[in-house]
């Protein structure tokens, strides 16, 4: 729309469910937009450097700013434009100067990490909570010593080296973000190494721990059995609608079942709570991690040996539903801790996390001659580096390598001269 702006225009607009914008007749470029919740800005449009038109603010509203004053303002801008100023390039140069790392994580790199990764909210609080004394400080001044200077803190706070990484890591991410959307020049964290840390911790089940293990499991089953019967018995002396029966080789919940497919298959925690039933395919014993759902953001194919299999058969006549391990309403499963710890503390394990079951998968594939990088497709590891912390469980190999060096003997050596 185009027409002479007036006060009285101004007074006399009333918004729409968009923003619509008024082209003053009387100074070419000077203008105002109304947005939906009925604020008037005024504007110029002009055209930059490139080509391209744009609409940069005069940081001025109706009525706080008479139109007379808003276009005396806008005059002396289309006039700096014309002689070759940019005024949205001079307000990205202002902003990029300021933009702190606290508002940096709430404008743009929140919504970035919500859209390509998996776990958003731990990584903005662990943002949050280790640079908390650095949210304020433009992102700009950031310097491989500022950096430095606030891990030698944490070292002294007897914060541990890996939690350390971890934090740095997480920076690390935010800077190439930034740096790739052209917010800061250079990467500040180019010259910082990570620290040392103690080799990774390799925990797998001895036989007489995994037999400890599956032995807790059939109990647990019996005694939810044996408690399910009995709320029946006292339901049905009180008329009182039965629970459901709990059918001969039906799992009575989601524990068991998870168990022994994380046995079997190496999967973290957070790709079986996430697994839907589109992704296991029973005739063809494999089931598929899709990209959404794994760390590595990388699809992978795992095949299903006899008992996982079983368990997923077996689990699959009972369950209903997209979810392959869902929660009461429906949606995956979010909260198993209570379970699994009652359950390693009646199987008498120490120091045995869930993620320790992936661990135990894959340190037996590599006891059981299966190849590094074998093993490395099947745990969905980006690189060989993290697959080869299971490297040391397989000595006879290493042996057979060197077995196959062959170098003469002194006494081959002398019948070849003689």
């Known amino acids: 729309m185009r027409a002479k702006i007036t006060r009285e225009l101004l007074r006399s607009l009333e918004p729409k469910s968009a923003a619509f914008d008024i082209n003053d007749s009387e100074l070419r470029g000077f203008g105002v ?23 940069q603010s005069l940081g001025k509203s109706f009525p706080a700013t008479s139109v007379s004053d ?62 908390a004394a650095e949210l304020d400080r433009p992102l700009l001044e950031f310097t491989g010593w500022i950096i430095e200077k606030w891990r030698s803190k944490r070292l002294k706070a007897g914060r541990a080296h890996a939690t350390i990484n971890r934090d740095l890591t997480a920076l690390g991410g935010l800077f190439s973000r930034a740096l790739e959307w052209k ?47 009995s709320a ?16 001969p080789g039906a799992y009575c919940d989601h524990l068991q079942p998870m168990v022994l497919l994380s046995l079997n298959t190496g999967m973290r925690q957070g790709e079986t709570l996430k697994l839907r039933w589109d992704a296991v395919d029973l005739e063809r014993a494999i089931l598929t991690v899709r990209g959404a759902t794994a760390k590595s953001r990388r699809v992978r194919h795992i095949p299903l040996n006899p008992e996982a ?45 869930w993620h320790d079951m992936r661990h135990d998968f894959a340190s037996k594939l590599v006891m059981a001659g299966v190849d590094l990088n074998t093993v490395r497709e099947l745990l969905g590891h980006a690189d060989l580096k993290m697959t080869l912390r299971y490297a040391h469980l397989a000595p006879e190999h ?17 019948v070849a001269n003689g």
């Open 33 to 55: 937009r109304v947005t939906p919740s009925g604020s008037i800005g005024y504007c110029v449009r002009y055209y930059r450097p490139d080509g391209k038109q744009t609409r």
């Open 183 to 229: 917010l800061i020049d250079t990467h500040p964290m180019d010259s910082v190494k990570s620290l040392q840390e103690p080799d990774a911790r390799v925990r797998w089940l001895s036989e007489d721990e995994e037999l400890r293990l599956r032995a807790a499991l059939a109990a647990r089953e019996a005694r939810e059995r044996a408690g399910r019967a």
């Open 309 to 353: 299999l079983a368990t997923l058969t077996q689990w699959r006549a009972q369950a209903s539903g997209g979810v392959v391990f869902p929660g009461a309403d429906g949606e995956p499963l979010t909260e198993i801790k209570t379970a699994w710890g009652n359950l390693v503390k009646a199987a008498a394990l120490v120091d045995f996390t």
């Open 70 to 131: 808003a276009r005396e303002a806008a005059r002396i801008l289309l006039g700096q434009i014309a002689s070759g100023e940019d005024p949205a390039a001079v307000a990205r140069k202002k902003r990029r100067a300021t933009l702190t790392l606290r508002a940096f994580i709430a404008e743009q790199y929140r919504e970035w990490l919500a859209t390509n990764t998996q776990t958003p909210d731990a990584t903005e609080k662990r943002l949050l909570a280790a640079f």
């Open 232 to 247: 029946n018995e006292w339901r049905a002396a009180r008329r009182y609608d039965l629970l459901p029966n709990l059918t």
């Open 398 to 414: 290493k042996a057979l390598a060197v077995a196959k060096l062959t170098r003469p003997t002194a006494r081959a050596a002398g």
